[in-house]
DNA sequence: GCAAGGTC
């Protein structure tokens, strides 16, 4: 019997349908000589510190460095407590089972750091032997499947991933347990402190931007506004320049030839340039893209957006949720025609559908390169039907999104008019001449209100000389950059690390950033669980302990997201042969210095805690 | 009581 396991069920059973297995037993498919069972995600974690032996949390427990990190079926919360997951522990019994009667194993977890670890740690926990090789495949159709399996990798080839994966493992145990117990101790152990080499760089970007928004100042300014007339067409102009003191306004004001002033045509034409512009459709949806819209535009949390997927999942209406690319490959591609075929009958998109099924579909979205372990969010054409309201908001926006993708280009002609008129002001104007993509939605665009634009603007030419029908000054004030939203705060997490200085760390951080996909949301429920940050309305506010402990924290390296970037650039080198032990021992240096700051730093915090009551 | 990672 040969034993295929997957990372989930799900795939299980797409490759138990390629090979035409149709016996559904407990935690396995069966037929044809095969066995499919899955995982559910990892079913095994590092051993909490107290199956070290490290009871209660002490002071001279820390640093926790124990000899060999253990594995531990994974936990759930009860009443009583901690206990093992039931239906972990049964699963990994199925495993156990088929593996004692495997001729062969094919391991077929997601192709990817994680998916090759939570392989590894079944294999080792279950002490199995047994020779595996390995599938490797990034999207579940016939075809995909079927060419995987002709070219399965011995199992020794993706030794130095795990080496990389587990590294990235205890690294996070380590660290993440030290500084939570040296803080929260020396802070007077009152409440649990954590830190993280994910969660405190969010805290940190939090905390900072809401002390530059509180302290920001802001600025008052002044622009002359003009109204001009052409053919009976009214459109804006604004002064070039800013003023910081009302009087220059106001001089400027004066010297504006307006028709009350007696100038019948005071404004005079010195430029026009005209130039059209070519903008892309936005790519397909992957989770973050997604949570970001569904927060922005129905205020859906990120937890609450990635559940509600994870029902849609469940039903099999829509792909894989938790992916980080917005791309598919070619063979998803040739589905596309009869998924836009599909929602011909829709309600909102049926007209945009059809327009789609008669052109010729972009391949902006199209990149089997840019595919990572799964495929930007689709649906899967299965007939969704009696959704509840917040499953239809989902499914729409992937449909939408879908239709946007694949959609042509939004054809532009931008405007710009100057005008003299005493100094010298410009007017901005977009037409649309083919909306293409923008036809999905038909929403106009968040255009900077610095610069008013004109829709329509009527035709002008140079030399010209306009009628100014009306002028006035505008009070403004600078801004100081908004308070994070989730949608914000998820767009900075997948793009920490962009302003990196040390070019190596900038682009061993490339294409990851904070967190995963599949982590982020949680992320941010740990910050509000732990009383770090609250929600206010969309904002993401951090409390008083959340900026203490910022204040704590801020320049150590726990708090940058630099730290995640030195990690990724030596993973990513143990991933291709460099030896585990020098980072091992980096990484126990590091918790023994960041332990030791924080058992003292984390004093500071005791008093102020203690106001709070 | 604690990390970050995965998923029902």
Redesign the pocket.
């Known amino acids: 019997m040969k034993i295929i396991i997957t ?5 299980a059973r797409d490759l138990a349908k390629v090979f035409g297995a149709t016996t559904k037993r407990d935690g396995y498919i069966e037929g044809k000589g095969y066995s499919f069972t ?14 070290y032996g ?1 009871i ?3 002071v001279k427990n820390l640093p ?1 460095l124990p000899q060999k990190l253990k594995l531990s079926v ?1 936990k ?2 009860t009443n009583e ?2 206990i093992e ?1 039931p ?2 522990r049964k699963q990994l019994n199925t495993i156990k089972a088929l593996f004692d009667i495997a001729t062969e194993i094919i391991v077929a977890t ?1 192709a ?4 090759e ?2 392989f590894r740690y079944i294999y080792h926990y279950l002490h199995c032997q047994k020779p595996f090789r390995r599938l490797w495949i990034s999207s579940q159709t016939d075809a995909a499947i079927k060419d995987g399996f002709r070219n399965l990798k011995p199992g020794k080839d993706y030794d130095t991933l795990f080496y990389s994966a587990h590294c ?3 690294s ?2 380590l ?7 040296a803080l ?2 020396s802070a007077g ?14 805290l940190a970007m939090i905390c900072a931007r809401y002390l530059e928004n509180k302290n920001f100042i802001p600025q008052t300014y002044f622009q002359v506004i003009i109204s001009l007339q052409k053919d009976g067409q009214n459109f804006k102009a604004v002064s070039k320049k800013n003023y910081y003191k009302r009087e220059e306004a106001e001089e400027v004001l004066n010297a504006v030839k307006s028709v009350a002033d007696g100038f019948a045509t005071g404004g005079d034409i010195s430029k026009v340039e005209t130039k059209t512009k070519k903008e892309q459709p936005p790519l397909l949806h992957d989770l973050s893209s997604l949570q970001q819209e569904a927060n922005k535009k129905k205020g859906y949390t990120a937890d609450e957006t ?1 559940a509600i997927l ?1 029902r849609l ?2 039903e099999k209406l829509i792909t ?1 949720p ?1 992916t ?1 690319s917005q791309y598919i490959g070619d063979d998803v591609f040739e589905t596309i025609p009869q998924l836009i075929e599909k929602q011909q009958q829709h309600p909102f998109f049926s007209k945009q559908a059809i327009v789609l099924a008669n052109n010729k579909l972009n391949k902006r979205s199209v990149n089997a390169k840019k595919v990572t ?2 495929h930007a969010i689709l649906p899967t054409g299965e007939p969704a039907r009696n959704l509840s309201p917040d499953k239809q908001v989902l499914y729409d926006m992937i449909i939408g999104r879908m239709l946007e993708a694949f959609h042509e280009v939004c054809v532009k002609d931008l405007t710009k008019i100057t005008i003299e008129s005493g100094s010298t002001f410009i007017a901005n104007g977009t037409v649309i001449r083919s909306a293409g993509w923008r036809a999905v939605y038909n929403e106009p665009e968040e255009n900077d209100q610095d610069q008013p634009e004109n829709n329509t603007i009527p035709k002008v030419s140079e030399g010209e000389s306009l009628a100014i029908i009306e002028k006035s000054i505008a009070e403004k004030q600078t801004k100081p950059k908004p308070l994070y939203t989730e949608a914000s705060l998820l767009k900075a997490m997948e793009t920490a690390g962009k302003e990196i200085e040390d070019e190596e760390l900038r682009y061993a951080m490339k294409g ?1 950033g ?7 949301a ?2 941010i429920e ?1 910050l509000i ?2 009383s770090y940050i609250t929600r206010k309305k969309k904002n993401l506010l951090p409390s008083e302990t959340g900026l203490a402990v910022y204040d704590i924290v801020k320049d150590k390296l726990i708090a940058q997201a630099e730290l ?1 970037g030195q990690w990724e650039k030596r993973l990513e080198e143990i991933r291709s042969g460099a030896s585990v032990k020098a980072f091992k021992e980096e990484i126990k240096q590091y918790t023994r210095k960041i332990t030791e700051e924080l058992l003292i730093a984390g004093k500071e915090l005791e008093l102020l805690l203690e106001d709070q009551g």
């Open positions: 990372e989930k069920p799900s795939v899955w995982a559910f995600g990892h079913l095994l974690q590092l051993a909490p510190p107290q199956e490290y209660g949390w002490k926790m994974r759930i919360r407590g901690m997951d239906s972990v997601d990817g750091r994680e998916g670890l939570i990235r493992s205890e996070d145990w660290v993440g347990m030290n500084a939570t117990q929260s101790i152990s009152k409440t649990v402190l954590s830190l993280g080499r994910v969660q405190t760089p969010t990635l994870q999942y469940e894989y938790r980080g372990d799964h990851s904070l967190g995963t996909p599949a982590t982020r949680s992320i740990t669980k732990r995640t």
